[in-house]
């Protein structure tokens, strides 16, 4: 995914291509050089009016490319990354095109923007390839918006050098307050870069639920929030991976390593009293959200310390529990120990939906079935393991029928209808330390 820190370094990359003329084709007849591509007509209107890159610079999710012709127009392209969007911006030199630098899983793709950038002499021996993949291009775009989005929201990217905690703080609580706190932070008018990872792993380690209300978050509440996710941010761009991500993704807490991680999609609220607008132009903060109810306990909010004490102890296994491998020395890989996984059958057979152990390792064929201690449903096949993702019941595991239920208007509405909760000391226990909620 590719939130705030992603597109910073992707701005900073297209740097290198500043004050430099866009050329329509690279100055070599080798025939392995790729043509430009989308979008189109782009490349021979900018090459056509000598149009020069006259700044590159992102802010929030986005990068913008400012160009400059020799009339003196100017004009804007528009980066926006999606979930798996990438940029790439090298040199190239004497004509030798160099792909090596360009990730092996991009190389046979077609970009989705190429752009090849010459010195403003006559002889252009020496260029700058741009390319971007999976990106939306939007093109032309306004000059003026792009500087004003820059100049509004720059103190308050989590990304920027110019970031002002303060900026941020006055923005959640006059734009955001009346929203829950993970809508606010996925708002990109509030706080511009901040993706679903930052949002997740951020509010745990300031110890506060994201279903909390802002106006229920005490100052110190809201600083510390604002000072995890600029530290986690920066941490990601600094690095160019994400940080350990202690909820994000998990079953069992980081932090406390009780197996009590909840997950629920929430968010996507409007602050429109109008219910037919409660969820316009806001669905993209409706995301999959996880949390530790140990150590996020949903104080502060309308929920009675009474609810929410009897909520904490109606969770499974809320004590501390050990992550180690508990995996049977039988079902463990024998030849790479240790590297053992758990994954779904995914082909539509008699096997569809089960879970099954592999290795990490690509080359190695390790296999072995992982639910040989499930219960058969009325099917005579082996029950599905599945989780949950509605209010009452978010992160925790139940088994089921892998065909549904006969009565269900679903496609596949064939099964007997079989469900049961998980027991943890009876289902989950032997695989607890491989467990994901995106199996």
């Known amino acids: 995914m ?53 700044e590159a610079f992102s802010i929030g999710k986005e990068v913008f490319l400012i160009f400059t012709s020799s009339m003196g127009a100017e004009t804007a392209l528009r980066l926006h990354f999606g979930m798996n969007g990438s940029l790439s911006a090298r040199k190239v030199t004497n004509n030798n095109f160099q792909k090596n630098n360009v990730a092996p899983w991009k190389k046979d793709k077609e970009p989705s923007l190429r752009l090849y950038f010459g010195s403003c002499s006559d002889s252009l021996s020496n260029y700058v390839v741009v390319e971007a993949w999976e990106t939306t291009v939007s093109y032309p775009v306004s000059v003026t918006h792009a500087r004003t ?74 600083r510390r929030i ?34 009590t991680v909840k997950m629920q999609k929430i968010g996507g609220e409007s602050q429109s009293n109008n219910s037919n607008d409660s969820k316009k132009g806001h669905a993209f903060m409706s ?36 992550t180690a491998n508990n995996i049977p020395n039988k079902l463990q ?53 599945r989780v949950s993702k509605t209010e009452r019941s978010g992160g925790q595991w139940f088994l089921c029928c892998a065909s549904g239920d006969s009565s269900s208007s679903s496609s596949k509405g064939n099964g007997c209808g079989h469900f049961e909760w998980a027991k943890d000391d009876v289902h989950l226990t032997p695989i607890r330390s491989l467990l994901t909620p995106l199996l």
């Open 226 to 259: 604002i000072r995890h996710t600029r530290k986690f941010s920066m941490d990601w761009y600094k690095t160019g991976r994400a940080g350990t991500k202690l909820v994000y993704n998990q079953t069992i807490c980081g932090s406390c390593q009780g197996m």
């Open 2 to 54: 590719v939130e705030g820190p992603g597109a910073t370094r992707n701005g900073k990359k297209a740097q290198v291509a500043v004050g430099q003329r866009v050329i329509s084709v690279p100055p070599s007849n080798d025939s392995n050089i790729p043509l430009p591509t989308q979008p189109q007509n782009l490349v021979g209107e900018l090459s056509a009016t000598h149009t020069i890159l006259e």
């Open 287 to 322: 995301r999959v959200t996880f949390w530790c109810s140990s150590c996020q306990p949903n104080i502060g909010s309308n929920v009675p310390l009474a609810s929410l004490s009897k909520e904490l102890s109606n969770q499974p296994n809320n004590n501390a529990v050990s």
């Open 333 to 385: 890989c024998p030849q790479h120990w240790n590297t053992t996984k758990l994954s779904r059958a995914r082909k539509e057979n008699a096997n569809h939906l089960r879970i099954f152990y592999s290795c990490k390792k690509k080359s190695c064929q390790h296999f072995a079935w992982a639910d040989g201690h499930f219960p058969n449903c009325k099917c005579g096949k082996k029950t599905v393991l």
């Open 149 to 222: 989005k820059c100049m509004e929201l720059i103190s308050r990217d989590v990304c920027a050098e110019l970031f002002n905690a303060q900026d941020m703080f006055t923005a959640i609580r006059e734009s955001g307050n009346g929203l829950i706190i993970s809508d606010a932070l996925l708002n990109q008018d509030i706080c511009p870069g901040v993706g679903n990872i930052i949002k997740i792993e951020s509010l745990h380690r300031s110890k506060v639920d994201p279903r909390r209300r802002v106006n229920s978050l005490t100052d110190p509440e809201l």
